[in-house]
């Protein structure tokens, strides 16, 4: 084996860590929660800029940071969401079952990388 299948085999044993570590729900959410970022920020990005021309003269700086606005507070409230979601998890008995199968969405998406 070269040095490349060394780094493809870390890849891949570390996103099937971060797997088994963060669990499949953990792992759906925060793969839905970037779309919904990209997504919102996007669609309202323009919008949020707009409270910015007191601030900021610049209008592409005003407009990157609507963007940048939308994108962390979706982020911020994901993690919330993320967090009370695998509490509850937790809390059914049913963290082992989630972190198995989280190790395999992990492995998953490590190999479509």
Excluded: K, Q
């Excluded at 890849?11 to 860590?17: R, W």
Aim: net charge neutral.
């Amino acid at each position: 084996m070269n040095w490349a299948d060394y780094i493809i085999l870390a890849v891949l044993g570390v996103s099937v860590l971060i797997g088994l570590w963060r669990g499949l729900i953990s792992e759906v959410l925060a793969l839905g929660i970037w779309a919904a970022g990209f997504w919102v920020a996007w669609a309202l990005g323009p919008s949020v800029a707009g409270y910015y021309e007191h601030w900021i003269s610049l209008p592409s700086a005003r407009i990157a940071a609507g963007y940048a606005t939308c994108f962390v507070t979706v982020l911020i409230l994901g993690a919330l969401v993320r967090f009370l979601v695998a509490r509850l998890v937790e809390g059914t008995g049913l963290s082992g079952t989630d972190r198995l199968l989280g190790m395999l969405f992990g492995s998953r998406e490590a190999c479509c990388w």
